[in-house]
């Protein structure tokens, strides 16, 4: 019996054990109370601002019972963004979405939710743009967006673009801005070698939105009115009966030009003529006197 050597329970199994079991139970603990959703969560609409901070974001998540922890959002969209930080826009949170979900969307750009397509064509006004959009937007305020674009009609690009429903007015003025800077940045030099005024550009341009039937006169009619306006005659052009009375070019654009018709008004044709009319089926015709005018007048029109 001395010479047995008595063993002592091995604890090292239970030890593990126990371990194993209270780190599951840490892991399950943060997950109910940091990483899943909140209990009472519901789906939440979201609009971020291009430049709006993470803290802010974050803030108004929690406040709307989306997440539980902000500094859990924080750490899980700094180690999912795409490194090109917050992506701007709505966003549509559904109910029970955990945490690294929502960093996900938000970092990532998964809006859940489909733009609207507006197509505003060229030649519109500041107010025929404000229309379509508030038939396009619920929340779009016409007024406030004539109010800030008073002085704007004419730099407003026409193109398809695509809205969030919770776009702002200041927002979609400056997509519609930004994107006529990149599309006249294409033909500067145009611009820079017709020697003529940006501004003077554009109200010409707007000019040809109404008095050309497209891609094939414009040029000519250009160099038609253009001529005019360098001999002191009055433009009279239909789409402005104020040129009929007054000489030179109207005060302010008449509309939203497209790029067609701003280029145009920069590279205008050189041409003998000094009217134009065109016929009930939309073809140009062109004369050289007042006569011959009315000549076309009279076979054209009558």
Do not use: C
Not at 85 to 100: Q, R
Not at 216 to 223: F, H, P, Q, R, T
């Amino acid at each position: 019996m001395d010479n047995e050597i008595i063993r002592q329970p091995d604890r090292k199994p239970k030890t593990r054990m126990f371990t194993l079991f209270a780190v599951l139970g840490f892991l399950i603990l943060v997950y109910l109370f940091i990483l899943s959703a909140p209990f009472k969560s519901s789906n939440v609409a979201i609009h971020i601002p291009s430049g709006r901070s993470v803290d802010s974001i974050t803030e108004e998540l929690k406040e709307n019972n989306a997440i539980r922890s902000e500094m859990a959002l924080k750490i899980f969209i700094k180690l999912l963004k795409s490194g090109k930080g917050i992506v701007s826009g709505d966003y549509l949170i559904e109910k029970n979405t955990p945490v690294w979900v929502v960093a996900w969307q938000v970092g990532r750009g998964y809006h859940n939710i489909e733009p609207t397509k507006v197509t505003i064509r060229e030649g519109l006004s500041n107010e025929e743009i404000a229309n379509l959009l508030a038939t396009k937007l619920p929340y779009f305020d016409k007024q406030l967006f004539l109010e800030k674009t008073i002085d704007d009609q004419g730099y407003l690009f026409p193109d398809t673009y695509f809205f969030y429903p919770l776009d702002t007015t200041e927002e979609i003025i400056k997509q519609l801005s930004l994107n006529f800077d990149k599309r006249i940045n294409k033909i500067s030099s145009s611009i820079e070698a017709s020697g003529r005024s940006f501004d003077d550009l554009i109200i010409m341009a707007s000019i040809l939105e109404g008095e050309s039937a497209g891609r094939e006169d414009a040029n000519l009619i250009s160099g038609i009115l253009w001529k005019r306006f360098d001999l002191g005659m009055p433009l009279q052009v239909d789409v402005d009966k104020g040129t009929y009375e007054t000489k030179g070019l109207p005060e302010q654009p008449l509309n939203n030009p497209g790029l067609l018709m701003i280029e145009a008004a920069a590279k205008p044709t050189s041409s003998s003529f000094l009217y134009y009319l065109h016929d009930k089926n939309g073809k140009v015709h062109f004369a050289k006197s007042y006569d011959e005018h009315r000549v076309n007048i009279n076979n054209y029109l009558r």
